[in-house]
């Protein structure tokens, strides 16, 4: 009964390609982010999706694409794949925030290591 | 802008001993939480502790507790009776109420020697 839930867990391919990496929260949640981890263990928003809603987006390259089918799932699909896109990506979800409180904390899921070769 | 400031990058104690790791931060909003995460080597974030900016009193967490410090923007995070199983990373980070993202530190890796 995994909270966050993504796949794959790793994901190798090469320079040019298109790939997906999928995310799934059963918490309930209505918020859902990707973070970017890079070689150095950097931590850095890139997406948040709010009821299907994008309400974050940090200047990330058009390549990259999030999809929220619905409130539980939160997919992101990279085109044209670089060297640089090679980092773990974290899938997280929480409540919305406005209000604050404990309902706001995120929960992330296990990560995907992508290597771009 | 907000910015997390973890001026420790690693750090290396005995088990059962006490460690504290720092965490400076800069906002200009009067409304924000802080969190710290841990990563250990299987690569799984989990939240340790979070603190909400208008209660002045320290959040403890079992062995976890922190020492918040609203005027100095610190937040530091206190280990008691340090574990094998507390080798990681440790991540602070806040979140602004009303925004829909952690900023996080650059990180310390804690190493608890047997």
């Known amino acids: 009964d995994t909270a966050v839930s993504q796949t794959p867990k790793y994901l190798v391919t090469q320079m040019g390609n298109d790939k997906s990496i999928k995310c799934e929260q059963n918490l309930g949640h209505d918020t859902m982010y990707w973070y970017k981890q890079d070689s150095k263990k950097f931590l850095k928003i890139m997406f948040s999706y709010n009821n299907k809603e994008l309400i974050i987006n940090e200047t990330v390259p058009n390549r990259f694409s999030p999809k929220s089918p619905d409130k539980a799932h939160l997919n992101l699909h990279i085109n044209s794949l670089e060297l640089g896109d090679s980092a773990v990506y974290f899938c997280a979800s929480s409540h919305l925030s406005l209000a604050g409180g404990p309902r706001n904390e995120q929960y992330f899921g296990p990560g995907t290591r992508l290597t771009v070769t | 802008a907000q910015t997390v400031t973890q001026s420790q990058p690693e750090m290396s104690v005995q088990e059962a001993e006490t460690v504290t790791l720092s965490c400076t931060y800069d906002t200009s909003e009067s409304n924000y939480y802080l969190f710290w995460y841990k990563q250990p080597p299987s690569r799984q974030m989990i939240l340790v502790i979070r603190?909400?900016?208008?209660?002045?009193q320290n959040a403890t967490e079992n062995r976890f507790s922190v020492n918040f410090q609203k005027a100095a923007k610190s937040f530091s995070l206190k280990i008691s009776d340090s574990q094998l199983g507390d080798t990681a990373m440790y991540f602070c980070a806040v979140l602004i109420q009303g925004a829909q993202k952690l900023v996080f530190g650059q990180g310390t890796r804690l190493t608890i020697n047997p």
């Open positions: 603190q909400e900016a208008y209660k002045q």
